[in-house]
């Protein structure tokens, strides 16, 4: 079923893999052009604007933006038992983790009398974006608040779709995971509008505020991904998140049936979406097509995952040795990576290049969905090259503190000088001698 591309016997430059190597196409610049208007649109006429953009694309009206509380409380008062447990240990797991990633401020004395200390401060108010097109995601809920709420995130809103099937209110369960999380501001708008709408606020139509926010996180389609990347500078954004990837590394002793799983598991997220198996086992791949052929029969989306697995941005690439294939999956950066190789722990720990590590056979990419404890706003696109995932630190700002006495200027003002004179900025030393006399 999949595509295979054989590099077995050849040593491609980087540049050759990244030409080489499956990968969807997503042209956000094409999507500017269908977004303009929206944005303007929202930045003029506001809510608006937003909640008739909401009507043409959502094909349903809410009478207001924000949420009102006691949705929110009826939809966890509904929700099922199962989910509510399975939604609080995500919550608690995911917690665990990021508590770990505070930062705590440090100073640095470089000198007698001189010191540089960085704070890291939170972002003030963060827009959330949940999305709520071809599946509900309350688990995007968690990835997106947890960590604000540990970077200490003073005001947070989640924005998610109206659902026309629950009349013009967003998923139940998508509020109840809001509720669950202690999240009070939620605004029924998605898409391109929605970005727009945290990006400049506006008046609700029963007269409410709607603050605009300093920063957006959370993934969405190509519209949304577009808004972010137009308003970016407006507001602060993650990432411009694309379709959802899968690579999987493995090699004889993997378990063909678990591959495949895992690849169908991503491939049902969207018929853009990416699985790529990298294999150094001719055997291990046909095994794994096999699989597929009788799994995806049984799944529940076939027509989705038919879709995604027979796209140009799935396949499978045999290589001659692990070693190799490790080469391969650094250069394709995958969002999600998994290990299924002999001592999967230790080729794990040379990977340099992926949003998260799924390391052997029973660490797959749906535990870190939900419920390993890790985020899964990750990066996407071979971005990992150069990105995280969403974190704690996502939401933190390091400033410097620069805290010199008189004695400790005096003692490098003749430094700062002859390097302001070398930059042909006399002023900048001026601004040193100055508090000297004008003699240093």
Not at 248 to 275: F, K, M, N, R, Y
Request: one cysteine or more; charged letters at 20%; glycine letters at 8%.
């Amino acid at each position: 079923m999949l595509n295979r591309t054989d590099l077995r016997g050849k040593v491609p430059s980087a540049a050759e893999l990244r030409a080489t190597l499956p990968r969807a196409e997503i042209d956000v610049e094409a999507a500017l052009h269908q977004v303009r208007p929206v944005v303007d649109a929202v930045r003029e006429r506001g809510v608006e604007a937003a909640l008739e953009y909401t009507e043409k694309f959502d094909r349903v009206r809410p009478s207001s933006v924000r949420v009102p509380a006691e949705a929110r409380s009826r939809a966890l008062a509904e929700l099922d038992p199962a989910v509510r447990a399975a939604l609080e240990e995500a919550i608690a797991r995911a917690r665990k983790v990021h508590a770990d990633q505070r930062r705590t401020d440090v100073t640095t004395t470089v000198t007698e009398g001189g010191t540089v200390t960085e704070r890291w401060v939170p972002v003030e108010r963060v827009g959330l974006y949940a999305p709520g097109g071809l599946a509900v995601y309350p688990s995007s809920v968690v990835m997106n608040v947890v960590p604000a709420q540990a970077a200490g995130v003073g005001s947070l809103v989640l924005c998610t779709p109206p659902q026309a099937e629950f009349g013009g209110s967003p998923h139940p369960t998508t509020l109840a995971a809001a509720e669950l999380l202690g999240v009070d501001e939620v605004w029924a708008v998605g898409g391109a509008q929605a970005v727009a709408l945290l990006a400049f606020g506006g008046t609700d139509t029963e007269g409410a505020e709607l603050v605009p926010v300093d920063m957006v996180t959370g993934p969405g389609n190509i519209y949304l991904t577009a808004a972010k990347r137009m308003l970016r500078g407006i507001i602060g954004i993650d990432s411009e998140a694309g379709p959802t990837e899968i690579a999987i590394l493995a090699d004889s002793t993997a378990d063909p049936g678990h591959v495949a799983a895992d690849l169908i598991s991503q491939a049902e997220h969207d018929t853009l979406a990416a699985s790529v198996l990298v294999t150094s086992s001719v055997e291990l791949a046909d095994a794994v097509d096999a699989e597929l052929a009788a799994r995806v029969k049984a799944t529940k989306h076939t027509e989705r995952v038919v879709g995604a697995l027979t796209g140009r941005q799935s396949g499978t690439v045999l290589v001659s040795t692990v070693d190799d294939g490790l080469r391969v999956v650094d250069a394709y950066a995958a969002e999600h990576l998994e290990i299924q190789t002999a001592d999967a722990r230790a080729v794990a720990a040379r990977v340099r290049n992926a949003g998260a590590v799924f390391v052997g056979p029973y660490s797959p990419v749906s535990l870190g969905d939900y419920c390993a404890g890790s985020n899964h706003v990750l990066p996407t696109g071979g971005f990992a090259r150069h990105s995280s995932g969403l974190s704690v630190q996502s939401f933190l700002r390091g400033i410097h503190v620069i805290d010199y006495s008189e004695d400790a200027l005096r003692a490098v003002a003749g430094k700062v000088v002859a390097l302001a004179n070398a930059e042909d900025l006399p002023a900048h030393g001026e601004a040193v001698t100055a508090r000297f006399g004008g003699a240093e």
